[in-house]
């Protein structure tokens, strides 16, 4: 466990723990490839420390569980005061979830448990509270990514089944099983996952983390269009 600060939760309100999944860097985000060009592995895991930084600023989030099989990544992730979990059964997205939030379960056995994709670098904590809060009605529900075709936050209420259906078109994945969609509310920045160039423009736009911001300067240093221009 951790020794970070953490910010405290209002009386009555839900305490969550967050399962976020990140794919070793040298992998991920495969579609900034074309853009990112030598800078992809940095951007990645630019991307992946600012969302978890800011899920931890997040005053519901009781305990955040980082999901990876990269060692080197797992060191940083725990410096940033995540509770790092190795990746079983190495059988993709949604198993790593669930084993996750099986562990999320086993520490908090009444606790609220959400998954959250660790591609959101503009993630801002108050919209994240905004966003746990509203799930606190449901049984289960999801926060649709910027296209309204994924996902990018599942919630699963204390005591109901967590039964995450990430990947491709996760939005009606999650719709037909009965979770229900958290809009409108304000939490542009929960939705604005980054796959792309066009992506990471718009994430720019809205207000990138420290790490990123950082990357893209040196993306721009080594003359990348995106970071430049901002074109895709
Ligand atoms: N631990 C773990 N994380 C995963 C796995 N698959 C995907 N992820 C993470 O889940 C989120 C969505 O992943 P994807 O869209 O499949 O992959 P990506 O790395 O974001 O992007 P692409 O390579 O361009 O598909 C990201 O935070 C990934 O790091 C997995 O098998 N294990
Ligand atoms: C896995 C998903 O996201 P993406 O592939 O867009 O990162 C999803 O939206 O379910």
Same mark, same amino acid.
């Given at each position: 466990m951790s020794t970070h600060e953490r910010p405290v939760a209002p009386a009555g309100s839900i305490g969550w723990s967050l399962v976020v999944p990140v794919k070793p860097a040298a992998v991920g985000k495969s579609r900034l490839a074309p853009f990112a060009g030598g800078h992809r592995t940095e951007l990645a895991q630019a991307m992946a420390i600012d969302t978890i930084t800011a899920a931890l600023a997040c005053p519901r989030v009781v305990e955040l569980l980082a999901i990876t099989p990269d060692p080197e990544f797992a060191a940083i992730l725990a410096g940033v005061g995540a509770v790092v979990v190795t990746d079983e059964p190495a059988a993709g997205l949604? /198993? @790593? #979830? #669930?084993? *996750?939030? %099986? #562990?999320? %379960?086993? +520490?908090r056995p009444e606790g609220a448990v959400a998954a959250m994709l660790a591609d959101l670098p503009a993630l801002r904590p108050n919209e994240l509270t905004t966003a746990l809060d509203a799930a606190t009605a449901w049984p289960t529900s999801f926060v649709p990514d910027a296209a309204g075709v994924g996902t990018t936050l599942y919630c699963a209420s204390p005591g109901v089944e &967590? /039964?995450? +259906? &990430? *990947? *491709?078109p996760s939005r009606l @994945?999650?719709?037909d099983a009965g979770a229900v969609e958290l809009m409108p509310v304000p939490i542009t920045s929960v939705r604005r996952d980054v796959d792309t160039g066009a992506d990471l423009h718009q994430a720019r736009d809205l207000g990138v983390g420290p790490r990123t911001r950082a990357a893209l300067a040196a993306m721009a240093r080594a003359g990348d269009p995106v970071a430049e221009t901002g074109t895709s």
């Open positions: 949604n /198993a @790593a #979830l #669930l084993h *996750g939030a %099986r #562990l999320a %379960r086993s +520490r &967590f /039964a995450p +259906r &990430f *990947g *491709g @994945a999650h719709l």
